[in-house]
């Protein structure tokens, strides 16, 4: 099931596809995986979620199972080899789902979610810390939120939630300190002519260069994860 990260590694791959090779492998078991691996804008880290234990549908708090936030550094060696290094794991609260969306573009902070401080595991939050973990900042508060990315100026945040919304989740952009909220798009809106016809997910999106517009994915069918990219222009 895509998003659970079950029996998964981190490779690289050379521009011209012709070279891969295997930067992290976790224990082959039911328990572990990967998820939403990053670079750094300098190219000189990597951040990615890594579940500890496997999700379990009965268990109160471990609806999504368990995952630390893995950081590391990135190098090639002599022969032109791709390696990591120095792996340390961030736990920010402690046991707990954790969704890391990668570095603000001066690299000063990781952006996630979590349901940490929270019973339930659909009351997500966004937060940002520091790339050693410290200074844990909270930027929502209510609903639930994920997939969460920078423009390109490190000035705004957006991402998805479904605050306002009776079914499905849309984006929303806010200042990078968390004020401001504001929606951008209207697709679970009966009353927008963006209505999809149906319940849809937003998904993590990446800006173009002048933060003008950026494309996302978002899911019309969360079973067969049936999904399609959307390019949403912004206004300002």
């Known amino acids: ?34 998820i939403m691996p990053h670079f750094s804008n300098d190219g000189r880290h990597i951040v990615w979620t890594n579940r500890k234990t496997r ?46 969306y990668g570095y603000s573009p001066d690299d000063k902070k990781i952006i996630f979610c979590s349901d940490i401080h929270h019973v339930s ?17 909270q930027l929502t508060s209510s609903a639930y939120n994920e ?12 991402w998805m939630t479904n605050k306002n919304s009776k079914a499905g989740t849309d984006w929303w952009m806010m200042n990078a300190d968390g004020s401001d909220k504001k929606r951008l798009t209207y697709f679970n809106d009966k009353n927008s002519p963006q209505y999809f016809g149906k319940a849809i997910w937003c998904c993590f999106g990446s800006f173009n260069k002048e933060g003008t517009a950026f494309v996302g994915g978002r899911q019309v069918n969360l079973i067969t994860q049936e999904g399609q990219l959307m390019m949403v222009k912004l206004k300002r």
């Not at 050379?14 to 976790?26: E, M, V």
């Not at 708090?61 to 060696?77: E, H, K, P, S």
Request: hydrophobic content about 35%.
């Open 147 to 158: 997939h969460a990315f920078y423009t390109p100026d490190g000035k705004h945040i957006v």
């Open 55 to 100: 999700p379990n549908l009965f268990l109160h708090g471990r609806l999504f199972g368990y995952w630390t936030i893995n950081v590391a550094d990135f190098a090639f060696d002599g022969q032109g080899v791709p390696h990591i290094s120095n792996i340390k794991e961030l736990e920010p609260a402690g046991s707990a789902f954790y969704e890391t």
């Open 121 to 137: 595991a659909w009351n997500e939050q966004i937060y940002t810390m520091n790339p050693d973990g410290t200074d844990v900042t």
């Open 1 to 34: 099931m895509p998003g659970l990260g079950g029996y998964t590694d981190i490779w690289i791959i050379n521009s011209t596809c012709t070279k891969a090779y295997k930067l992290f492998d976790p224990p082959n078991d039911i328990d572990h995986g990967i």
